[in-house]
């Protein structure tokens, strides 16, 4: 799918460092230059609010692990963070709780399933299966650190701020939204309740994970959140240690495996970046080491994955070297 759309794109060396600051520019460019027709996919519309996003907003932002910053289109543009919240949670969770307890209590495997689906946890025994899917989400963020709700709010949202580098603001018209129709996260978190996956007030659960999915961020804020997992946990921007570089490590092993969800097996065979997407438009892709791609447009695939973000990740992988599994080949005889 993805591979046949880049075949004309010149590839850089997967191997090694970024092109040069003017040449990821004209990437950029030319990157958002290609696709910013491209009418496929429909805007979310299942919270209401969504529904009233422009399909033709559009923005591409990159921070390197040197805060050199790129950007082309509409990449200050306000939209809550969704879904991308999962991936940052998780991150707090597992720096406060360990690696070896993260996986106990959620676990990390694809359900290969919808994001939001009941049969998945009902099918694994009451087992979450991971962070990036509706269900873990909820068992994530039960686990937050905080004597009451309210401070486990406070500790989400100041710990996803760390991440952007500034003070993220909640949308409450979004929060408002969601709030009247999430009866099936209700359901979802009675239901982990039921198999002792939750053990605090589920309802005050699905609050909470309502809030932290309707932050306001832009596409520059996920490109730095996305960098301070490329750079070991070091927000690259304010120099702020957010996590630890093993917990970092932890969580893009688990954006690879399952952040796009049912289609995180192709997406990366072709593509091969940890990555997260959100169902108001939003995606983030991380090449560790190297920076962060922030992207925002509206218009989703069936598995709630914005399909212009997931063109212009292809279209820059390649021309930039970003895969995670790609290499360029030695020449011999130069090794010391």
């Given at each position: 799918?993805?591979?046949?759309?880049?075949?004309?794109?010149?590839q850089?060396s997967?191997t090694?460092?970024?092109p040069?600051?003017?040449?990821?520019?004209?990437v950029?460019?030319?990157?958002h230059?290609r696709?910013?027709?491209?009418?496929?996919?429909?805007?979310?519309?299942?919270?209401?609010?969504?529904?009233?996003?422009?399909?033709?907003?559009?923005?591409?932002?990159?921070?390197?692990?040197?805060?050199?910053?790129?950007?082309?289109?509409d990449?200050?543009?306000?939209?809550?963070?969704?879904?991308?919240?999962?991936?940052?949670?998780f991150?707090?969770?597992?720096?406060?709780l360990?690696?070896?307890?993260?996986?106990e209590?959620i676990?990390?495997?694809?359900?290969?399933l919808?994001?939001?689906s009941?049969?998945?946890l009902e099918?694994n025994?009451g087992?979450?299966?991971?962070?990036?899917?509706?269900?873990?989400?909820?068992?994530?963020?039960?686990?937050?650190?905080?004597g009451?709700?309210?401070?486990?709010?406070?500790?989400?949202r100041?710990?996803?701020?760390?991440?952007?580098?500034?003070?993220l603001?909640?949308d409450?018209e979004?929060?408002?939204?969601?709030m009247a129709?999430?009866?099936?996260?209700?359901?979802i978190?009675?239901?982990?309740?039921?198999y002792?996956?939750?053990?605090?007030d589920?309802l005050?659960?699905?609050?909470?994970?309502?809030?932290?999915?309707?932050?306001?961020?832009?596409?520059?804020?996920?490109?730095?959140?996305?960098?301070?997992?490329?750079d070991?946990?070091?927000n690259p921007v304010?120099?702020?240690?957010?996590?630890?570089?093993e917990?970092a490590?932890?969580?893009?092993?688990?954006?690879a495996?399952?952040?796009?969800?049912?289609?995180?097996?192709?997406?990366?065979?072709?593509?091969?970046?940890?990555?997260k997407?959100?169902?108001?438009?939003?995606?983030v892709?991380?090449?560790?080491?190297?920076?962060?791609?922030?992207?925002?447009?509206?218009?989703l695939?069936?598995?709630?994955?914005?399909?212009?973000?997931?063109?212009?990740?292809?279209?820059?992988?390649?021309?930039?070297?970003?895969?995670?599994?790609?290499?360029?080949?030695?020449?011999?005889?130069?090794?010391?």
């Amino acid at each position: 799918m993805f591979e046949a759309d880049v075949q004309d794109v010149p590839q850089h060396s997967f191997t090694g460092d970024l092109p040069t600051k003017e040449r990821v520019k004209q990437v950029i460019d030319a990157a958002h230059a290609r696709y910013a027709d491209h009418a496929d996919g429909d805007v979310a519309d299942y919270i209401p609010v969504l529904a009233q996003a422009d399909p033709a907003w559009f923005g591409i932002s990159m921070i390197d692990v040197f805060g050199g910053h790129y950007a082309a289109g509409d990449t200050e543009l306000k939209f809550s963070i969704q879904s991308i919240s999962k991936a940052f949670v998780f991150a707090l969770v597992c720096e406060a709780l360990g690696h070896e307890r993260m996986h106990e209590r959620i676990g990390v495997n694809n359900t290969g399933l919808p994001f939001n689906s009941v049969m998945a946890l009902e099918l694994n025994d009451g087992s979450p299966m991971n962070s990036m899917v509706n269900a873990g989400a909820l068992a994530t963020t039960a686990l937050m650190a905080g004597g009451s709700p309210a401070e486990q709010w406070e500790n989400i949202r100041s710990g996803l701020s760390a991440f952007a580098g500034r003070q993220l603001e909640l949308d409450g018209e979004v929060y408002r939204s969601e709030m009247a129709t999430n009866t099936r996260n209700k359901a979802i978190a009675r239901l982990l309740e039921s198999y002792g996956r939750i053990t605090i007030d589920p309802l005050e659960v699905v609050d909470i994970y309502t809030r932290q999915c309707s932050l306001s961020v832009t596409a520059h804020d996920l490109a730095i959140m996305g960098a301070t997992l490329a750079d070991g946990g070091v927000n690259p921007v304010t120099g702020q240690k957010v996590i630890g570089a093993e917990t970092a490590r932890d969580t893009l092993a688990l954006m690879a495996s399952c952040g796009l969800y049912e289609r995180s097996g192709e997406w990366l065979f072709e593509i091969g970046l940890p990555a997260k997407s959100g169902v108001a438009g939003g995606m983030v892709a991380i090449s560790p080491g190297k920076g962060a791609l922030g992207l925002y447009s509206p218009p989703l695939d069936r598995a709630g994955n914005s399909v212009r973000s997931q063109r212009v990740c292809a279209y820059l992988s390649k021309a930039l070297g970003l895969n995670l599994f790609a290499s360029s080949a030695h020449v011999k005889g130069t090794h010391v």
